[in-house]
Structure formats: structure tokens, C-alpha cells
């Protein structure tokens, strides 16, 4: 009998969109995956190609603003967890991050193999310690991960970010794709000042292109501001879509202009173009869009590149506040004219 297997990653939606090849990659030769996911991040999970249910726990030791420990909740996980009755789990990390917590809460639940990335020493909390290099994209850190269990891509998958969702092909009002423009970011410093959105928008106005400006619930202000006056040219679409909506609206994008976070990889997933506002808090080799035609602006070797900063502490948000509206008009010009080479895919496997 295939076993059921419980992949793990707890953090956000453009993380778990990420770990899409690792889930399809298990799902091969699973014979049932489970995703546990955040609350931020079970709406990308449940379009994961390979998932068959999610569960839903936050994690203290993930959460960037976590709550207080609370021990019945972390006591009612383990029973769900058990209940299951898994085989193997694959916990899924970033370099920064400890995969022992999520293994500790595994063990107690009963799960018999459990493998992860760990430059900690485990114990007895994992059967399989993996450690990759420092410098790989997250797709290939999670698929040498899932490597470890035995589970590869099967062929003819190239490794490519996907989702099950129904999309279709729009056209612009007259007749050509609009630009997505999406300004939001759970991260202020991985996007740009609100006033640069704006002045992008007018921009690309006046390029003729027909743009539509994106944003979650909450981000209705935002992208309201960002929208400008009503005009024919723009669309506000600010808290109207849920992630499959906004899933067809990147589909139908000729490109999408967006910071370094959920949506690029959404965007990536559905074969969109992106142009990324990538401020490096953290290196572009391992978050930059994967296996999509895309333009990074932004300063990638400034002296603060890697500061996992929040909100930049910096005046004038250096990384980024060097690109104009018209570095990313002329990026979208070429970057629609002829795409870039999409780099190889390297395959890394455990030691």
C-alpha cells in the first residue's frame, strides 16, 4: 500500500505556491498527500496539484508576528495529527527557519519517518537530516527535501510552479492584455512607496496599455490610491478577488509589475511575465520567480542586501527607490517583446 504522506509549510501563500514540484513530486508516488499549512497559506494549498486535504495550524515558531505558545491548542494539533494516521512527513523550511518544532509535534503524534532541513543537531525528531547549499532557489531546496524520501518528479514534469484553477485568456478593453499591477506586500520593505505605484500607473497610461490594479482585503485604500481618478484605462480590483480570481487575472495579463512576494509566484504559476520590484532582504537566488520570463529591478548588490528587514530602516528605501516608472515601462517594453531565458533547473539531491 502507498503511503499517506504530510508535507509541511507553514508560512505564506507565495511559500507555498514554492512548494508545488515537492508536493507533485510525492504526490507521484504517494498514495495520499496531506498539506499542513497556515492559515495565510491554506488557500494556495488547496490549488496545489497533489494535495488531497489541508489541515491548519499556526506555528509560534514560524509566524513573523506570532502569538503566544497555547498548549491546548498544540496538544489538539497532535491528536489531529495522529488521527490521520500518517506514514511519512516532509517538513519544508526556509534557510532561516527550524524545522525541530513542527518534527517535535510530529513525534508526539506518532508519525513513523519524518525528514527535513536541519543544521541543528535532531535527536531522535528526524529519520532523514538533510542539509543542501546555501544558495538554491526554495522549489529545488524543497524537491532535494522530498528527494530524501525517494520522491522525484515523474517524467515529463519540468519542476514548473502550477495550480488547479479554471482560467481563460481575456483581452484588454481594446483588444490587447492589460498589465496587472499589484503594490501590496506583507513585507513593506519588499515593494515600492505608495506614490511610486501611482506614478507607475499614470506611466503606463500613457504607454496606451490598460491596467488593472490588484490588492487582498484590506488593501482597498491602497489600491484606490494607487488606481488614481477613475478612467477608462484603469480597473481597481482592490478586495474583489479571492486567489483563484486573482489567479484569472494574471492569467490574462500580458505581464504583471509586483514586489517580491505572494502574487509573483502566482503569477509564475499561471506562465505570466513578471516584472519584479525585488528589494534583496532576501537573495534573489532563492525567491526570484521560478521558471517564468521575468525582469528583476532593484539594487541586488547593495551593502544591506540580506538584512531580512520588515520595514527598511534606511531613508529612502535604497534597494528599490532607485527604479522609476520609466525603468519599468522599458522593462515591460522588452520583457513583452521577447522574453527572457527562463535558467535551468538544477537537480539537488541528498548527500
Known amino acids: 500500500m502507498r503511503p499517506h504522506v504530510l508535507i509541511v509549510r507553514l508560512d505564506n501563500m507565495g511559500d507555498v505556491l514554492l512548494a508545488g514540484p515537492a508536493v507533485r513530486a510525492v504526490a507521484a508516488g504517494a498514495g495520499r498527500v496531506t498539506f499542513l499549512a497556515s492559515r495565510r497559506g491554506r488557500a494556495a494549498a488547496a490549488l496545489l496539484p497533489g494535495v488531497d486535504d489541508v489541515v491548519v495550524a499556526e506555528a509560534p515558531w514560524i509566524d513573523p508576528e506570532p502569538a503566544p505558545v497555547d498548549r491546548q491548542a498544540v ?13 511519512q512527513a516532509v517538513i519544508l523550511t526556509s534557510f532561516h527557519q527550524s524545522a525541530l518544532p513542527t518534527a517535535l509535534l510530529l513525534r508526539m503524534a506518532g508519525v513513523p519517518e519524518v525528514a527535513a532541513v536541519s543544521e541543528d543537531y535532531p535527536g531522535s525528531l528526524l529519520d532523514v537530516r538533510h542539509r543542501v547549499p546555501d544558495d538554491i532557489h526554495e ?70 496599455r490598460h491596467v488593472l490594479v490588484t490588492g487582498g482585503t484590506g488593501e482597498e485604500e491602497l489600491t484606490g490610491f494607487v488606481a488614481g481618478a477613475p478612467r477608462p484605462a484603469v480597473t481597481d480590483l482592490g478586495g474583489r478577488l479571492d486567489l483563484p480570481g486573482l489567479a484569472r487575472t494574471l492569467v490574462g495579463a500580458a505581464a504583471v509589475v509586483v514586489g517580491n512576494t505572494g502574487p509573483a509566484h502566482l503569477a509564475a504559476a499561471v506562465g505570466t511575465p513578471i516584472v519584479s520590484l525585488f528589494a534583496p532582504t532576501v537573495p534573489a537566488v532563492r525567491w526570484r520567480p521560478w521558471q517564468v520570463p521575468h525582469v528583476l529591478l532593484g539594487e541586488q548588490d547593495i551593502a544591506c542586501a540580506g538584512c531580512r528587514a520588515r520595514a527598511c530602516p534606511v531613508p529612502g528605501h535604497p534597494c528599490l527607490g532607485t527604479v522609476s516608472a520609466a525603468d519599468v515601462v522599458r522593462a515591460l517594453d522588452t520583457l513583452t517583446a521577447a522574453a527572457p531565458p527562463v535558467p535551468a533547473m538544477k537537480e539537488v539531491l541528498p548527500a
Open 75 to 87: 496538544l489538539r494539533l497532535v491528536d489531529q495529527l495522529a488521527a490521520l494516521r500518517l506514514d
Open 139 to 208: 522549489v529545488e531546496r524543497a524537491l532535494s527535501t522530498a528527494a530524501t524520501l525517494g520522491y522525484r518528479l515523474p517524467p515529463g514534469d519540468p519542476g514548473a510552479l502550477r495550480i488547479r484553477v479554471d482560467v481563460g485568456r481575456e483581452a484588454g478593453r481594446d483588444g490587447r492584455a492589460p498589465v496587472v499591477v499589484h503594490p501590496g506586500a506583507t513585507v513593506p520593505a519588499r515593494t515600492w512607496t505608495h506614490d511610486r505605484w501611482a506614478d507607475l500607473v499614470d506611466a503606463l497610461v500613457d504607454s496606451g
